[in-house]
């Protein structure tokens, strides 16, 4: 279907099975790899995590991206990130606040980078505030932080 990009993956297929009652997903990097993993929040159990384990397998590597807002938005909630890698897909995120129940992803968004060493990757900013600012990330980097000037 052109109007549905996704396709459903069972659980067998993908790996990710929750016992019980599910009621909450949060995507952090819990083992600092670069990758997401989730936590996944059960209704009157304990929080259950799932470790990404495509470190090894990827053809890409992950670029953790932060940002640094301004007085009163420190985490520059509402900016939209535009990450430019050679070979791949322009890809955009959002940092946002929320976004589940009781649960609430990292404010660092996580992108694929090519693991080409020779090329560069582009990070481009819309701050909250309309502003716009471009960085050019070193090949080899795994983390980035921007602030706003």
């Known amino acids: 279907d052109s109007e549905n990009p996704f396709e459903l993956i069972w659980h067998h297929e993908s790996g990710l099975v929750v016992p019980g009652d ?3 997903l949060a995507a952090v990097d819990v083992n600092l790899d670069g990758w997401e993993d989730f936590i996944v929040g ?3 159990e304990d929080p259950q995590i799932f470790i990404n384990n495509l470190n090894d397998r990827s053809p890409n590597r992950p670029l953790k991206v932060r940002l640094s807002g301004t007085k ?3 985490n520059a909630i509402g900016a939209r990130i535009t990450v430019t890698s050679k070979g791949l897909a322009n890809q955009l ?6 976004g589940g129940y009781l649960s609430q ?7 694929a980078v090519t693991k080409d060493n020779d090329s560069s990757v ?15 990330a070193d090949a080899n980097a795994k983390f980035l932080e921007i602030g706003r000037k």
């Open 22 to 24: 599910a009621k909450s």
């Open 42 to 44: 059960v209704n009157d």
């Open 72 to 74: 009163g938005n420190p």
């Open 93 to 98: 995120s959002e940092v946002n606040a929320g």
């Open 105 to 111: 992803s990292s404010s660092d968004q996580i992108f």
């Open 122 to 136: 582009v990070v481009t900013v819309r701050w909250p505030d309309g502003k716009t600012s471009t960085t050019e």
